[in-house]
């Protein structure tokens, strides 16, 4: 019961430290990520710590059934290097015991995985979908300052003073509007530029931005002769264009609760509760197969087997995916779907894994007796 303690609580404390670790660094990409976006103005700076947030889930998909496995791997390898192993199984800790530990651990962690999957991942998702349709239909959001120029696709605007807050629409004075034009052939093109007192931001009933310039005039220069036209109006609207480089938006079947996916009839919604069910089951799977990679020779080094166990791993999700495909071009069966993957590792390579190191551990305890 002890040295059974013992290695539970060594398998756990390596796999939290792995998903913390892990955890920290694709967050720390995603943060990276994210300020990019709202350096370049794609994504406004006061919804960065949400983005980051809505985030988390996402990340936990693949991390909670790979730090189980290397946790496993880890910390058994690095008995067996220390010949710790060795001693146990001289006083009848057999193989069995270290799967049921690894199955208990896969069963803690499949809850957390399917906690994760199947509710904050898509609850996630939808709030982000949400927060980023409100800041492109907001033009409180919009990334203009007082003294600053701002580019907007086709256009580069600059404003004297940007009146209103985060709550309020944002109005503005003394408004400069300037065509961006090509450098190549300058000379043989038009420069068209506005000038304007006032202005607001609205958006139409199909969501599309627009920038509403009063009392101004509207400045045309010719590249071949150089002669400028001047026509005043009294209202002039600008269209803003949508950043097309943004990847707030996810797809809209992420977003969906696994309520609804299990209720609908759609083929790509019964995929996605498939995928979003594949990590729950790949827990169980990686934990069968991460006992006999772990089970290593004391004069191996105690990360021996830790490459070979992350190709498994890498190809398991590749199989994943192309499966997915698949079955959302509608060239395979819905069923048996993703489940497939799981089966096959488990029949072609979980159990003669497991085979294979019951018949070494044999043959090491009959040499073991000859010596003796």
């Known amino acids: 019961m002890i040295l059974t303690r013992y290695i539970f609580k060594d ?33 406004p700076v006061n919804i960065v710590s949400e983005l980051v947030l809505y985030s988390m889930p996402s990340v936990g998909f693949i991390l909670l059934p790979m730090t189980l496995y290397v946790g496993i791997i880890v910390s058994l390898s690095r008995m067996s290097s220390d010949s710790e192993m060795v001693v146990m199984k001289s006083i009848g800790i057999s193989g069995v015991t270290f799967m049921k530990i690894g199955l208990l651990l896969a069963l803690i962690t499949a809850v957390f995985t399917a906690v994760n999957c199947l509710y904050l991942m898509p609850k996630a998702t939808y709030e982000q979908k949400v927060l980023s349709n409100n800041t492109q239909n907001n033009p409180s959001y919009m990334p203009i300052e007082s003294g600053k120029f701002s580019d907007f696709g086709d256009y580069t605007i600059y404003i004297q003073t940007v009146n209103g807050g985060e709550k309020k629409d944002k109005s503005l004075d003394q408004v400069v509007v300037i065509k961006n034009l090509d450098t190549v052939m300058i000379k043989n093109k038009e420069t068209v530029f506005n000038v304007a007192k006032t202005g607001y931001i609205r958006t139409d009933e199909d969501g599309i931005r627009w920038l509403t310039l009063g009392e101004g005039n509207l400045y045309q220069t010719s590249g071949k002769d150089g002669s400028l036209k001047n ?3 009294d209202t002039l609207a600008v269209p803003v264009p949508a950043d097309r480089n943004s990847n707030l938006k996810d797809d ?13 009839d759609k083929v790509k919604s019964k995929v996605e509760l498939q995928w979003r069910i594949a990590p729950v089951l790949g827990c169980f799977i990686f934990a069968i197969l991460a006992i006999p990679l772990s089970m290593i020779n004391p004069r191996q080094g105690k990360f021996a087997r830790l490459g070979p166990a992350i190709l498994l791993f890498v ?12 079955l959302n071009s509608e060239k395979l069966p819905l069923y048996p779907g993703m489940y497939i993957v799981p089966i096959i590792y488990l029949i072609f390579v979980a159990i003669p894994l497991n085979i294979d190191i019951k018949k070494k551990i044999k043959k090491s305890k009959k040499t073991l007796e000859v010596k003796s």
């Open 11 to 43: 398998i756990l404390k390596v796999q939290v430290v792995c998903f913390a670790v892990l955890f920290t660094v694709f967050l720390c990409q995603t943060v990276i990520k994210l300020l990019g976006q709202a350096s370049s103005g794609s994504v």
């Open 231 to 233: 026509t005043s109006y």
């Open 252 to 264: 809209v079947l992420q977003g969906i609760s696994t309520l609804d996916l299990i209720h609908s």
């Open 315 to 326: 190809s398991y999700y590749l199989v994943l995916l192309s499966i997915r495909n698949l």
